[in-house]
C-alpha cells in the first residue's frame, strides 16, 4: 500500500475543496437565478471538465499554468519555481477540473428553493446578497453538502489531468491514482489491489452519502 501517495490525494482532494467552494459559491448564485445573456456560455464554461477528454482538459492547463504563460510566468517571478509539476500547480488543475461535481448539486438545490420565500426575505428589506447567503443557500444546504463530497471524491481519484499538469513525482504529485497506474505497470497487481480497494470503498460511501442527501431534499423522504 503506497500510503504517501493515499495521503497527498487526500491533502490535495481537502486543498483543492477549501479553494473551490468559495469560488463555486459565488458562481452556483447566477447559474441557478441569473437572467443574462452570458449565463448559457458561463454553464457551458463551467461545465466543459465533464465532457472534455482529461488528456486535452490537461493539455490547456499545462499551456495556461507553464512558464510561458502570463500565470507560470508571474507565479515563476515570485517563487522562483515552476508552476507545471509542482503541487500548487496540481491544485489548480484540481479546482479547474471539479467545478462541474461541486456547482451541479448545489445549482440544482438552490433552483428548489421555494422563490416565495426569497420574495418575501427581499421584501424585508434584504439585499441580494442577503437573500442568497441568508436564506437560499441555507435552505439549499444539502446540494452544498453534496458538492463538497462530490468534488472531494473526484478529486482522490483524478487521474488524467493530474499525469499531466503534476506528472510523477514521488511525494509531490503522485496521487493514489497514479500509484495504482504504475503499480500495474510494475506487475504488483497485489499492491494495486490494495490501492484500488481503499479507493473503491471511498467511492461507494461517497455515493451513498449523496444518494442519502438527495432522497432527504424529496418530500416523501
Not at 185 to 205: E, I
Request: charged share 10%.
Amino acid at each position: 500500500m503506497d500510503w504517501e501517495a493515499i495521503r497527498l490525494s487526500l491533502r490535495l482532494a481537502a486543498s483543492s475543496v477549501c479553494l473551490l467552494a468559495p469560488l463555486g459559491i459565488l458562481l452556483a448564485w447566477p447559474l441557478a437565478y441569473g437572467c443574462f445573456r452570458g449565463r448559457v456560455f458561463l454553464e457551458a464554461v463551467t461545465s466543459i471538465p465533464l465532457v472534455l477528454p482529461p488528456t486535452v482538459l490537461g493539455f490547456y492547463l499545462i499551456v495556461a499554468l507553464g512558464p510561458l504563460s502570463p500565470v507560470g510566468a508571474a507565479w515563476e517571478s515570485l517563487t522562483g519555481s515552476r508552476l507545471v509539476f509542482s503541487f500548487q500547480g496540481l491544485l489548480l488543475a484540481q479546482v479547474v477540473t471539479n467545478m462541474p461535481f461541486f456547482l451541479q448539486p448545489l445549482v440544482a438545490s438552490l433552483g428548489g428553493v421555494d422563490r416565495k420565500l426569497l420574495e418575501v426575505a427581499s421584501t424585508l428589506g434584504s439585499g441580494r446578497g442577503g437573500v442568497y447567503f441568508r436564506v437560499a443557500l441555507p435552505l439549499a444546504w444539502r446540494g452544498l453538502v453534496s458538492g463538497l463530497i462530490l468534488s472531494f471524491a473526484h478529486a482522490i481519484g483524478e487521474f488524467g489531468v493530474v499525469l499531466m499538469v503534476g506528472g510523477n513525482l514521488p511525494g509531490k504529485t503522485r496521487t493514489a491514482s497514479i500509484a495504482i497506474f504504475d503499480q500495474v505497470q510494475s506487475f504488483d497487481m497485489a499492491g494495486a489491489n490494495r490501492t484500488a480497494l481503499v479507493l473503491l470503498g471511498f467511492a461507494f460511501a461517497v455515493l451513498a452519502a449523496t444518494a442519502w442527501l438527495r432522497a432527504r431534499e424529496r418530500p416523501w423522504a
